[in-house]
Each structure stands twice: as structure tokens, then as C-alpha cells.
């Protein structure tokens, strides 16, 4: 079997264009991961895109550098055999149009379905989503409905985002009202929330899922309310375990779409725990994962691949792992 390793950012996604980056330290670290992880379950048969500007990532892996962002000519790279590992943000549909192209090839994709991550990309849909299923969640409304209530002030993103990118806190109304009026995103608005910032990774199947990490987010707020994610600690937050799990469960029941590798992310404001975005596809946590839990993540969900089950994971024993953003 070969692997293919498709990281969109650092993958040639951007050719042409500027290359941020934070975005592109993220792609890397991500990348790496997960070819660290297939190297040491002894997986040498490995592929990967690169952008032409960035340098080969490892003697063994088979590199095709690319100077344009062209699908057509990605896909003439694959073959029958290739598993693919794809890596992309919701930002623009570039997650749901890189499956559906994937998804017409003759390989094998880790992926959740198209119509899951067309509903959870979206945070509008999502919120809808997961209050028909009673499932806590931030109030959210589009940019052109009524600013809901809220005494600490608003939270306004993408309503396609991945992550904090372009996430702002207004506390003054009139200040909210005017960064909406000159944007031409599609936005969304929800209260802020203060609490603990926290994100689960697991691992879904047929509408089941299993644990793989309680993570403690660190956030920081810049110059004009800019929301940034600093680092991320792996498996820093075991105490909400409990909560955590029935979340997964939860959420993985609501979209049984969700396929192998899934990241949530959650406040607690003290009282209850609210998740803010489901995230169907490989999120940075994946970078401290195998560490955290002594074990290979990539041989997990290969494992999951070969049995059509999920695989049994005791996250219990894991110990912290801080990444740096």
C-alpha cells in the first residue's frame, strides 16, 4: 500500500500566492506528524506534494513538488492503491471540494462524508445541528440577524473558518455593528463566553466514537479584540474526561457522517460546558497525540481502516504535551 500525503497548505494549495506563516507552521507540523507516525509503524512507501518553496521533508518519502495549485495534475499523481491522507481547512470549501474530488478516485480517503463536513464546516448549520440534538451550544446567528444578548461581549468569525482565523471579540455594540457592515465575509455571531478553552480529538465511526484527547487551549487577545490560539497542551484537561466522552458521544451520534479523526472544541464557563466548533478533519492537536498516549496514532486509524470498528484507546495514562502555535 502506498500513502499519500496531501497537507493543503504546505501541499502547493497556495501556490502562487503569499505564504502565511502561521498557517504555514501549523500545515508543517501537522504534516510531519503524520509522517513521523507512518514512518515508525514501518510504512516507508510514502508520497507527498510540496509547495516548490518549501524543501523535501525526509530522505525516504517520495516528494512531487508543485508550483501551481492544479487538481487535475494532483490527481494524476495518484494510484488504485494509495491510501490518502488529506489534510485542509473548511476555509473556502476547500476540505469538502478536495473529498469530493478525492472520493472519485479509485484509493481509499481518511475522511469523514461530504455531507458531514458540509454541515459542520459551517458553524451556522452546525449550531442547528447540535441544538436539534440537545446538544449545548453558543447561541449563533448570521451577520445580518439580531445581535443576540450577552453581558461580556461578542465573538464575530467566518462562518466557514478553521480554528481562531479571523476571529474578533467586540465589547461595545456600536464597534461589532461597524466591523460588520464594512466586511464582506460571511459571518457569524455569537456571545462571548469566558471559561476554560478546551478541544477533544477522537476518533468516529458509524456514529460512535472513542476518545483520544482532553486538550487544554491557551487563547490571547490582541490589538483590536484578535483572538489567537498560542499553544495547545495534549491531554492537559484528563479532569473533564467525563464530560468530554459524552460529548464525542454525543456529537458522533448527531453527525454519523464523522469518520476517523475529528477535533471539538469547548468552553466551560464553570457551570456547563458549550461546544463552539466541530472540526471534521485533522486539527493541531494530532501533533502531540502519539506522545501523549505512548502509542502510534496513524497505526490506530489504520487499525480502524482494516477492522471497519473503532480500535480500544485508554487515554487515562496520558501524560501532558505542550504545542506551541
Not at 275 to 299: H, K, M, Q, W
Request: aromatic share 8%.
Amino acid at each position: 500500500m502506498r500513502h499519500f500525503l496531501f497537507e493543503f497548505i504546505t501541499s502547493g494549495g497556495l501556490a502562487g500566492q503569499p505564504l502565511s506563516d502561521s498557517l504555514m507552521q501549523e500545515g508543517e507540523q501537522m504534516v510531519r506528524a503524520v509522517m513521523n507516525d507512518l514512518l515508525a509503524a514501518g510504512e516507508t512507501n510514502v508520497v507527498i506534494c510540496r509547495d516548490d518553496r518549501l524543501p523535501a521533508l525526509h530522505d525516504e518519502l517520495s516528494h512531487f513538488f508543485l508550483d501551481e495549485y492544479d487538481q487535475q495534475r494532483i490527481i494524476d499523481l495518484l494510484e488504485t492503491d494509495d491510501l490518502i491522507w488529506l489534510i485542509a481547512p473548511e476555509t473556502g470549501a476547500v476540505l469538502a471540494e478536495l473529498v469530493s474530488v478525492f472520493c472519485k478516485q479509485d484509493c481509499r480517503l481518511i475522511s469523514s462524508s461530504y455531507d458531514a463536513i458540509v454541515n459542520t464546516s459551517s458553524k451556522y448549520n452546525c449550531f442547528q445541528v447540535l441544538t436539534r440534538h440537545d446538544i449545548p451550544t453558543i447561541e449563533t446567528v448570521r451577520s445580518g440577524d439580531a445581535i443576540p444578548q450577552s453581558n461580556q461581549g461578542w465573538v464575530v468569525k467566518p462562518d466557514d473558518g478553521a480554528g481562531a482565523e479571523e476571529c474578533h471579540l467586540f465589547r461595545d455594540k456600536n464597534a461589532l455593528l461597524h466591523f460588520i457592515q464594512r466586511s464582506q465575509a460571511d459571518l457569524i455571531i455569537q456571545p462571548y463566553i469566558e471559561g476554560d478553552y478546551l478541544s477533544l480529538s477522537m476518533l468516529c465511526h458509524q456514529g460512535k466514537a472513542v476518545m483520544l484527547a482532553c486538550n487544554q487551549q491557551n487563547i490571547s487577545i490582541g490589538s483590536g479584540g484578535k483572538i489567537r490560539l498560542e499553544s495547545i497542551v495534549v491531554n492537559g484537561a484528563l479532569p473533564y474526561l467525563t464530560p468530554l466522552s459524552s460529548i464525542a458521544s454525543h456529537i458522533a451520534q448527531a453527525f454519523p457522517g464523522l469518520y476517523a479523526y475529528v477535533g471539538v472544541d469547548v468552553i466551560n464557563d464553570g457551570e456547563q460546558f458549550f461546544v463552539v466548533d466541530i472540526n471534521p478533519r485533522f486539527t493541531t492537536s494530532y501533533v502531540g497525540l502519539s506522545e501523549s498516549l505512548g502509542c502510534n496514532v496513524a497505526s490506530k486509524i489504520m487499525q480502524l481502516l482494516v477492522d471497519n470498528k473503532l480500535p480500544e484507546i485508554d487515554i487515562t495514562a496520558a501524560i501532558p504535551v505542550k504545542i506551541d502555535l
